[in-house]
């Protein structure tokens, strides 16, 4: 058992992960500016603390007396504030509320990152050299909150530079986070419900139709702090279902939606995801159980009644 601070534990994500956490057995300390009355946190100690506040941040961190740190508080919205509040604000917390890790002596220190970093969505065009995109994939921030959620990984990198291994960290990029009440109707982030984000692709396209249940970040979570003391030091990791969000192959939809993917995204057939969690499988020996079509009661189509991508008249 250990005991975890989680930053931003109230939060979208936040709120399944200490649940999670708490149900395999750990002690759960929560800080976030909100106190949660969600019923999931019964049980974790919240603590109502600003973590932009770096004294106040430290403090509360050094009497978690933790062994794990889980830093997810953010602005975690791409254009919900003013770039340069978006990128000092998250690119501060991470580096005060990381370092604070460090010096209460915390020895597991893991930071949320994002798979926006990759910069799919440019305004001015964007491709990647293959699909499915994989950690090795350079990273192209286009906005203050990618920016600010590589500078997150660099911080944890710098951090084990000046700490060597005494001290584990890694990042980890969730992709598009649906947590259990929004299987059931509740509104995903972006203000749809997850059968919208399936009735109609063009508003799972700018996610590259990537999602995880959060529940699975949880045991990611989980499975990742146990193996911290003996994987590679700063690593960072994909977490994303084994499928897409789609009803159609991403073969078929990505060109729609990213022009220039045809050749690209000709092998993500079936229910193939844009992003791949095999580092996370190879290195920690984890992955999700949860997928769109198991929460949601559709059964998967047959493989061969999906028109072949090429023809580009079945796609219209
Ligand atoms: N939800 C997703 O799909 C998704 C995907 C990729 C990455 N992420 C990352 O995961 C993390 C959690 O995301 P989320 O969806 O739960 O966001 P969220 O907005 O629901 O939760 C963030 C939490 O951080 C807290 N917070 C923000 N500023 C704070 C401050 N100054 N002091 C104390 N607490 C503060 C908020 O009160 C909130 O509870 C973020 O770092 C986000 O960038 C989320």
Not at 101 to 120: F, H, K
Not at 147 to 174: N, V, Y
Not at 205 to 232: G, H, K, M, S
Request: proline share 7%.
């Amino acid at each position: 058992m250990s005991r975890i601070v989680v930053t931003g534990g109230a939060g979208r994500l936040g709120r399944s992960l200490v649940a999670g956490l708490a149900d395999a057995g750990h002690e759960l300390v929560s800080l976030d500016r909100a106190v949660s009355d969600a019923g999931e946190l019964q049980g974790v100690e919240q603590i109502a603390v600003d973590l932009t506040d770096t004294d106040a941040a430290t403090r509360a961190i050094s009497d978690a007396r933790a062994d794990a740190l889980i830093h997810l508080a953010a602005i975690a919205v791409p254009f919900s504030a003013p770039e340069e509040v978006i990128l000092r604000t998250n690119a501060a917390m991470a580096l005060g509320v990381l370092s604070a890790g460090v010096a209460a002596g915390i020895p597991r220190i893991v930071t949320a990152s994002s798979p926006t970093v990759l910069g799919y969505g440019a305004p001015t065009g964007w491709l990647p050299e293959r699909l499915p995109l994989d950690e090795t994939t350079p990273a192209k921030p286009w906005n203050a909150y990618a920016l600010s959620k590589l500078l997150a990984e660099q911080t944890i990198a710098m951090l084990a530079r000046q700490t060597g291994d005494s001290t584990r960290f890694a990042a980890f990029r969730p992709c598009y986070v649906i947590a259990p009440e929004e299987w059931r109707g509740a509104l995903t982030q972006q203000g749809h419900t997850v059968r919208e984000r399936l009735d109609d692709p063009a508003l799972s396209a700018p996610a590259l139709f990537n999602y995880v249940d959060a529940r699975d970040v949880a045991t990611f979570i989980d499975t990742l702090l146990l193996a911290l003391p003996e994987i590679p030091n700063a690593e960072v990791f994909f977490v994303g279902a084994d499928d897409a969000l789609a009803r159609r192959p991403l073969a078929e939809l990505l060109p729609r939606f990213v022009p220039g993917t045809e050749g690209l995204a000709a092998g993500l057939t079936g229910s193939a995801p844009a992003f791949s969690n095999a580092k996370a499988r190879r290195v920690l020996g984890w992955r999700p159980v949860h997928t769109w079509r198991g929460e949601l009661g559709e059964a998967a189509p047959e493989t061969s009644s999906f028109p072949d991508p090429a023809r580009k008249d079945v796609l219209a």
